[in-house]
């Protein structure tokens, strides 16, 4: 590893220096100023100084030199659309938007907020507003009205950009009424709404004097040019909120210069995705890995991305590899859990010529040895692991095979720090623990270039959410608790508050997951903390069969029930043996695949699991309620 400890240390001692290299990744209408302007920590700003433009290198002068190249191809297996925009076309639409938001009066600064499915005019919507230096804020397309006001109050855009509905499984869902009813709780309703008319909701209701046709209005400017906007490359580029907060939103700031700067970075040294290649993230805009890696990230670097609206399954578990093998994709990017929910098909769907494809990485939640070593053997290629967080708007942990070709692959682990964090593991005491230790991930600032700058409008919450743990030195705190082996490995056991303490012993829900993810019976499996009163919290598992047969009876459930107690007790020891295993038909997930534990958690503790807006399919709480009364 030494070559990649060698760029990784560069990264670290000679800061400055390394990252003005990376800056070269981009253009920069006037080159920066300053590298790294610490003066004010935790706060820091990147390339002080320097004027660019997100939309310019991502879109720009790609057209410019290679205007027929393939640059977004939508497939949508909803609707049944596919169509490819070449770079110059991909600028043509993006301008046209960026006209109609001129002549709706947005401005460098405006916020922007796109409640939108996963379809171009999303993409246009992002694109036209860093190409004016207006900040966008995705929200997830179908967010509860209630959760998209609190948003809409944060951020106080001038402009809502819609659909009238999406589409899921073959099922509309209608999207105008959960904005309408959004907008008439909020405090700071925005004053107009463009509304992309897909036809799939016709009777959908319009807003006299606000409610704008996205086609009219491109009608309406035609072939209008737009000039970028050149913005100092620590002006925001995004809002984003972060899921599952309580209260007032949390809005992740993203800068320009230094997001661009560590994407562009990302794509060559992390994702190995070059100019003229092709990307697959199957992520949504409306999470992280949407904004970095079916949009900026892959544009940056010349490839071409695909848009996916659809499942992994519909109209059958082989669409993706279809895909894979028609566009002759060389990257693609997922989350454990639809490889999880792959796992469990018929093999003979992965029977396509997928040669193309190099790399397939994954994000978004842990992934277990199992899952790591079924998909690695079944594609034939490196599958490499990544971790990271809205925040830091990029990996944290990966192996960075663009510096190192030969990093090995360490199954569970999603690998090695990656380059520009400091990273370490902590005790609670705020000392650094040894190999093997399981501790808290943190990082010592200054954060590197991509990571938040701060929260939307609350200085004092970034310094006090994310700088309060440790303070001597001061440091990140990512909230995930991990451990490093002897080689520099981390293994991410879960979040802080996912740490259950059993009677003064603390056990982190993944390494409980792992123990029964390896009994053979169990397809997938989520383990939480409920509340004790002798011991303070136990583990409580649930567990999806690969067999319905093996719990068709009560007793048959108390048997395997058992059986997998047993596997617990002989991989980690009594002390984290499940108090109860319940076996459901599935789990509840959101759409974008992210296990709501603390739903679970609360089912468990008999409590009500609340609002859950994201949810992909409402019965399964059910099912795991019905579990629980039946046992």
Known sequence: MGKYQDFYRRSIEDRDAFWAEQAQFIHWEKAPEVICDYSNPPFVKWFKGGLTNLCYNAVDRHAAKRPDAPALIYVSTETGEEKTYSYGELQREVERMAAIYRKLGVEKGD???????????????????????????????????????????????????????????????????????????????????????????????????????????????????????????????????????????????????????????????????????????????????????????????????????????????????????????????????????????????????LSSLKHFFLAGEPLDETTHRWIHEALGVPVIDNYWQTESGWPILALCRGVQEDLPIKYGSPGLPVYGYDLHVYREDGTECGPNEKGIVGVVPPLPPGCLSTVWGQDDRFVSTYFSLFREPLVYSTADWGIRDENGYLTILGRVDDVINVAGHRLGTREIEEAIQSNPAIAEVAVVGVRDEVKGQVPVAFAVVKDPSRIATREARRALEEEVKKTVDELLGAIARPHRVYFVQGLPKTRSGKMLRRSLQALAEGRDPGDLPTIEDPAALEMVAEAIRES
Not at 239 to 247: H, Q, R
Not at 321 to 341: D, G, H, Q
Request: glycine fraction near 10%; proline fraction near 7%; hydrophobic fraction near 40%.
């Open 111 to 353: 916020r922007v907020l796109i409640y939108m499915p996963m379809i171009p005019q999303a993409a246009f919507a992002m694109l036209a507003c860093v190409r004016l230096g207006a900040i966008h804020s995705v929200v997830f397309g179908g967010f509860a009205s209630a959760s998209l006001a609190t948003r809409i109050d944060d951020a106080k855009p001038k402009l809502v950009v819609t659909a009238e509905a999406g589409m899921r499984n073959g099922n509309v869902i209608p999207y105008k009424h959960l904005l309408d009813e959004a907008c008439r709780i909020s405090q700071s309703p925005p004053e107009k709404v463009l509304i992309v008319d897909r036809g799939l909701d016709p009777n959908f209701a319009r807003v006299e004097g606000r409610d704008l046709d996205y086609a009219t209005l491109r009608e309406e400017v035609g072939e209008a040019r737009v000039p970028v906007e050149w913005v100092d490359a620590t002006h925001p580029s995004y809002i984003l909120y972060t899921s599952g907060t309580t209260g007032k939103p949390k809005g992740v700031q993203r800068d320009t210069g230094g997001y661009a700067v560590a994407l562009a970075s990302s794509m060559k040294y992390i994702f190995c995705g070059g100019e003229g290649e092709t990307m697959f993230c199957t992520s949504d805009i409306g999470w992280v890995v949407g904004h970095g890696y079916i949009i900026y990230g892959p544009l940056l670097a010349g490839m071409a991305t695909v848009m996916y609206e659809g499942t992994p399954l519909r109209p059958d578990p082989g669409i993706w590899w279809r895909l894979v093998e028609k566009y002759r994709i060389n990257v693609m990017f997922s989350a454990p859990t639809a490889v999880r929910v792959l796992k469990k098909q018929d093999p003979s769907y992965m029977k396509r010529d």
